[in-house]
């Protein structure tokens, strides 16, 4: 998020409006088969300070590491001791304060043990190891020899893929082992920093160990033959069929698909072969040689005109689920041996066919996205991840099922979007996204090392590259990824931007999704126009502000005018049964330093609820118990965000084209920014923000109702893409703050189009 203050916008309020409408691992990633493909999951954890031994030592089958923490993988130092009882009450009250930053300064050591099937065993077999997130950087050992240093394996966001076969024992017991340091001053808000790591900026706390640890799994595979294939993309250009007009460019009639696939040779020699590609129940059935250096990588493209099997009239198409459904399509990849036919590798995953577009809307420089030819508004909620990175998605049942929550939350909300900001989750979660056809918007972090560029060196560029590099090959099978924002608050100079193309381009990634260079509003001299703002605001406005900033009246702020890619009304306080779980009896109640800690980071401008008490006391009166401040701001937070996403919903593609509700929720339990708290619980935002986007999943109704700020009258809108057409009422009620009505009026419809606005409909007196 932004690190700045909001100003506050006066409010005339002195009646309330009510209106009312009356009606008469199914898993993604790719898999070998015939080899082994296995995360390591158990490992030992301990700090250098305790284990003295160096890495030769500690990486040999002898060494005994009873004595160390088991964890279980992917974990964080601090996740690590969580897992083994310490430090479990760390978000409670104040406590993380207590734990001592000190205790992460030295690297800590993660070991384990794993055994290699003999029957593998080939002339030709090559055994992979992948560290999918090391953080941040690291020296690995394996049985008794440094394959790797610090040198090699730096970046949190990069993979390293190591070939260790001829260290390994095959048969017999294996031991690795990975001393990990962490990201250099990453404890502080300045502008010096440079490890291109991960940070929760004004979130909330600093980790105490600032995430360092195996934050993402680590991948043990045996490939059968010297040349493996991996990182495939699938990308679609439609044919369209029918009427086109601004809502569609019609029916997507005709797929062209282009397949794209890694291939490397693990041998000293050039080898030759074939790959085949094959789609079940399509006529896809595809044979291309390729020929391969010794220890080189190759892209290997296929494409429609080549392959005409590659058209797919009438395909399933994947949409957003407010329209349509999520179908996917199976997929095999086979790389062998042309002459013996023996099978090198094989890879079986899947995929989905959709196409991304965006253009700017008629008369202004506001990014509209479309999908399928389709328009859509996006609406959306930034996402946070667990303070300590503990989101094992694939060990951990319990945070399997929170995740499945949330996705479930996030469509209860008619939201159709997450944005990920320099937060890249495990797999799952894109797999999640996929299926439930949620919208994700990643990319890199603001206010930290990521937008540093004045010290980056060449380190930092070589780094921030490779980073994008591997997180573009693992997003695009993934049809849930619109865009890649490869900044956020600021344009980068020209020459990162232009490394960053360069990767971008080589990867492909163009044909499958989109890049903005910024998440604010800029133009680039090599792409353009951003066509997004990111101005806020991040603390509370009234009501109004959303439909009254009309860009030309409140120049630069937030209001339903373009694509905000972060903003919202600041505050929601949890719930008091979220409050009685976070801090003792004691501090519930007068506000007090808790309430301030427990918002963002306390070295940002929103450590506190400053922006959000003098007018929840000047609007609701003061408040005298937790119970009274709490049941208040639910109020407040309810009233605040669904102006937010009704302003936006009723201007959209006429003004506005999207919104990120600045967040989704928290990374540990805050007072602010989030729909549903830490626990899970929604509060005012939650049911504010569900109101407002339309989608009634129990009266089964997509059509509302809002009174407009800025036009003073009545309008409806419906948010799934289907046309309702039933006999409508809509009736419009003034009262005063003493409970007197003093004007009601109605109107009557009859139909409302697909995603479609109507109004004015009712104009008070």
Not at 135 to 152: D, H, L, R
Not at 303 to 324: A, E, K, R, S, V
Not at 458 to 470: C, H, K, N, P
Request: charged share 15%; hydrophobic share 35%; glycine share 6%.
């Amino acid at each position: 998020g932004e690190m700045k203050a909001t100003p506050l916008v006066g409010l005339l309020w002195g009646s309330v409006v009510v209106l009312c409408v009356l009606v008469g691992y199914c898993q993604c990633n790719e898999s070998s088969v015939g080899s082994l493909d296995m995360n390591l999951v158990h490992w030992n954890m301990q700090s250098s300070e305790v284990v003295r031994e160096d890495g030769e030592k500690i990486s040999k089958t002898n060494y005994d590491a009873s004595g160390w923490y088991k964890v279980r993988a992917p974990c964080t130092a601090m996740a690590g001791l969580i897992q083994n009882g310490i430090h479990l009450d760390a978000y409670y009250d104040e406590n993380i304060k207590t734990i001592p930053r000190s205790d992460f300064y030295p690297p800590w050591w993660f070991r384990t043990e794993f055994t290699v099937p003999e029957n593998l065993k080939s002339n030709n077999a090559t055994v992979r190891l992948t560290l999918k997130g090391i953080n941040y950087k690291a020296n690995v050992w394996f049985n008794g020899v440094q394959i790797a240093s610090t040198a090699e394996i730096i970046g949190t966001f990069r993979y390293f893929e190591l070939n260790i076969t001829s260290h390994t024992h095959w048969g017999h017991i294996n031991a690795l082992a990975l001393e990990v340091y962490k990201p250099h001053n990453n404890e502080t808000i300045n502008s010096t920093t440079t490890d291109l790591a991960i940070t929760f900026v004004d979130w909330a706390p600093f980790p105490t160990d600032d995430n360092m640890g195996i934050w993402r799994s680590v991948l043990l595979e045996v490939i059968p033959g010297p040349v493996s294939v991996r990182y495939p993309q699938i990308s679609t250009q439609f044919t369209f069929t029918g009427k086109s007009d601004p809502s569609s460019w019609g029916i997507p009639q005709t797929a062209h698909l282009s397949i794209l696939a890694e291939l490397e040779n693990y041998s000293d020699k050039t080898v030759t072969g074939k790959i085949r590609v094959t789609v079940p129940h399509t006529s896809i059935d595809l044979i291309q040689s390729y020929a391969i250096d010794s220890h080189s990588i190759i892209q290997l493209i296929m494409d429609n005109h080549t392959f005409p099997q590659l058209n797919i009239h009438n395909p399933n198409i994947w949409w957003p689920w407010q329209m349509g459904g999520q179908p996917f399509y199976n997929i095999t990849f086979t790389v062998y041996d042309s002459s013996s036919a023996t099978v090198y590798d094989t890879v079986h995953t899947r995929f989905a066919i959709r196409q991304v577009d965006s253009e700017f809307i008629a008369g202004h420089r506001y990014r509209m996205y479309r999908i399928n030819g389709k328009r859509i508004m996006i609406r959306g909620g930034g996402w946070a991840p667990d303070l300590f990175l503990r989101e094992s998605y694939s060990t951990e049942p319990a945070d399997a099922e929170k995740l499945a929550a949330q996705m479930e939350y996030t469509i209860s909300l008619g939201l159709n979007a997450i944005r990920l900001e320099g937060k890249f989750p495990e797999e799952q979660f894109y797999t999640a996204a996929d299926e439930a056809g949620i919208l994700l918007l990643p990319g890199w972090c603001c206010c930290d090392s990521w937008q540093h560029w004045s010290n980056w060196k060449q380190e930092q560029y070589f780094i921030s590259a490779e980073s994008l590099r591997s997180q573009l090959k693992r997003l695009r099978i993934h049809p849930s990824v619109i865009v890649f924002l490869y900044s956020s608050d600021e344009l980068p100079p020209i020459t990162v931007e232009r490394n960053y193309l360069n990767v971008i381009y080589s990867e492909h990634w163009q044909r499958f999704a989109s890049v903005l260079s910024c998440a604010s509003d800029n133009n680039s001299t090599l792409t353009g126009i951003s066509g997004v703002k990111m101005s806020g605001p991040y603390a509370y406005v009234p009501p109004n502000y959303w439909s009254e900033d009309t860009h030309q009246s409140f120049q630069d702020l937030g209001g339903a005018w373009g694509f905000l890619t972060e903003g919202g009304p600041g505050a929601a306080p949890m719930t008091l049964e979220s409050w009685r779980v976070t801090v003792p009896a004691e501090k519930l109640w007068p506000l007090n330093d808790a309430y301030n800690y427990h918002c963002g980071n306390q070295l940002a401008n929103f450590g506190s609820l400053k922006f959000f008490v003098p007018p929840l006391n000047a609007r609701y009166g003061s408040s005298r118990s937790a119970r009274e401040f709490l049941f208040k701001s639910q109020i407040s937070a309810y009233e605040s965000h669904r102006a937010m996403f009704e302003s936006y919903n009723v201007q959209k593609y006429n003004q506005s084209t999207g919104v990120i509700q600045w967040m989704l929720n928290n990374a540990w339990p805050g007072m602010i920014w989030h729909l549903y708290d830490y626990y899970l619980n929604p509060g005012g935002s939650y049911f504010g923000s569900q109101k407002a986007n339309g989608v009634n999943f129990v009266q089964k109704t997509s059509v509302h109702a809002i009174y407009n700020y800025a036009t003073k009258d009545v309008w409806v809108y419906n948010s799934i893409y289907q046309p309702v057409s039933a006999q409508f009422q809509v009736i419009a009620e003034l009262w005063s703050i003493n409970g007197t009505k003093l004007w009601s009026n109605s109107a009557t419809f009859n139909h409302i189009d697909s995603d479609g606005v109507l109004g004015p409909l009712i104009k008070p007196a």
